[in-house]
């Protein structure tokens, strides 16, 4: 059984920055960041595997979101900058003890937080 837990949401104005934590307790490997607007699909944000290098980004990002790890501390995190109104969205964190093959799709995880609001206003 895993846990996750998000944290640090909240709302900024466009341009600005928010980083959202992760802790996952349990038995943990693949770790995802997904988000979903009012209306719209749960979409993959980014992904990674705790220990490895490799980091997974949706395409339409254009370099402005960075996901990390503390793998100790079983946490991720999702350092977000130049934030848009369209980032607007409920932000979750998910888990999987396995190392899944499609890390931005949502159906690879088992473990999931309950979201955190992202609000990107003037």
């Known amino acids: 059984q895993v846990h996750v837990v998000e944290s640090g949401g909240g709302s900024v104005q466009p341009g600005g920055s928010l980083r959202l934590s992760c802790t996952a307790s349990?038995?943990?490997?693949?770790m995802g960041w997904f988000r979903q607007a009012p209306g719209k699909q749960r979409e993959g944000v980014a992904a990674?595997?705790?220990?490895?290098?490799?980091?997974y980004y949706a395409e339409n990002l254009n370099g402005r979101f960075t996901i990390s790890q503390d793998a100790a501390r079983d946490t991720v995190y999702l350092q977000m900058n130049e934030l848009k109104p369209d980032d607007t969205a409920k932000y979750y964190c998910?888990?999987?003890?396995?190392?899944?093959?499609?890390?931005?799709?949502?159906?690879?995880?088992?473990?999931w937080g309950q979201g955190i609001q992202v609000t990107v206003s003037s």
């Open positions: 998910a888990a999987d003890p396995r190392g899944v093959a499609w890390p931005l799709l949502p159906g690879e995880y088992g473990y």
């Open positions: 349990g038995d943990s490997y693949s």
């Open positions: 990674l595997y705790f220990g490895q290098r490799p980091t």
